[in-house]
């Protein structure tokens, strides 16, 4: 029987295989749809079924927190820091450094704002994640336990997870993953910072400040700059220059 084009059956992988390419596909969606994405967008831009989606994911909460630890990971962007030459001035490794982590952080912000905007939102899915969320919970009925009161074991678990979303899912994994991703954002922070330190310190003994905290200037500058009122846009060669020379005009502070 001839299969259903642009779909095909999920490749022997691992899970964790499973889980990375579901996520790789999801990333532009998210870019792209932010909010309005679906399970059924992702399975057919990972060319699988939806099921499949939710063999690696408990739900779409889930997936979009693994989505956020992706976009927060920054090995790419340490291995293009890494790469810029230190033999070039310092201007054009400031530069080429600000370039890669913009990109960075457009990419972050996007699929940030993406989830963020679909949990605000509170909405309920398309028909395909509907369809998917009656299918997880008739078979959690089918797991529950034949003694017992249900409603009770309903009330406790929503009990337990208070304040924290649907009772429906598994949120024990969803509170570690947002501590996961947590752990992600700061462990990116910190090896980003020395990244900027190396691409300084050819130049530590003509520098006014020691090197370390320049970086986090050098980063406050380009990280703090997102947001500015009125939308003004400063280029990342302009702020490469007055974070070298400074907000004075030589010439006009000499006259």
């Known amino acids: 029987m001839t299969e259903t084009p642009g779909r095909r059956r999920a490749p022997g992988m691992s899970t964790a295989d499973r ?6 596909a999801a990333l532009p969606l998210l870019m792209e749809h ?16 939806e099921a499949t989606v939710f063999r690696a994911f408990a739900d779409k909460d889930e997936l979009l927190n693994a989505c956020v630890a992706a976009a927060l990971r920054n090995d790419h962007v340490l291995a293009e820091l890494d790469a810029v030459p230190l033999d070039q001035p310092l201007s054009a490794r400031l530069t080429e450094a600000a370039a890669t982590l913009h990109a960075y952080l457009h990419r972050m912000g996007a699929v940030i704002g993406a989830v963020q905007g679909t ?11 509907r369809d998917a969320t009656r299918d997880r919970e008739a078979a959690a009925g089918d797991r529950e336990p034949a003694t017992g009161n249900r409603d009770a074991a309903t009330r406790d678990r929503q009990a337990a997870t208070a304040d924290r ?24 922070t910190e ?11 050819p130049d530590r003994a003509s520098l006014r400040l020691p090197a370390e ?9 380009l990280f703090g ?6 939308g003004v846009e400063t280029s990342i060669e302009t702020l490469v220059d007055v974070f070298l020379h400074g907000v004075i005009d030589a010439a006009a502070g000499a006259e």
Do not use: K, W
């Not at 979303?165 to 990116?188: C, F, I, N």
């Not at 905290?213 to 500058?221: H, N, P, R, T, Y």
């Not at 700059?225 to 009125?230: A, C, M, S």
């Open 119 to 129: 949990r605000h939102r509170g909405e309920p899915g398309t028909p395909g994640d």
């Open 19 to 24: 889980r990375e390419m579901i996520v790789a």
């Open 225 to 230: 700059g997102r947001g500015v009122p009125g």
């Open 165 to 188: 979303g649907p009772a429906s899912g598994d949120q024990q994994a969803a509170t570690r993953a947002r501590q996961a991703a947590t752990g992600d954002r700061e462990a990116a």
């Open 34 to 49: 932010g909010s309005a994405v679906t399970t059924l967008q992702i399975a057919r831009a990972a060319g699988i079924g």
């Open 213 to 221: 905290q320049l970086a986090a200037v050098f980063l406050g500058m």
């Open 191 to 201: 090896r980003t910072y020395l990244a900027v330190v190396r691409l300084l310190e």
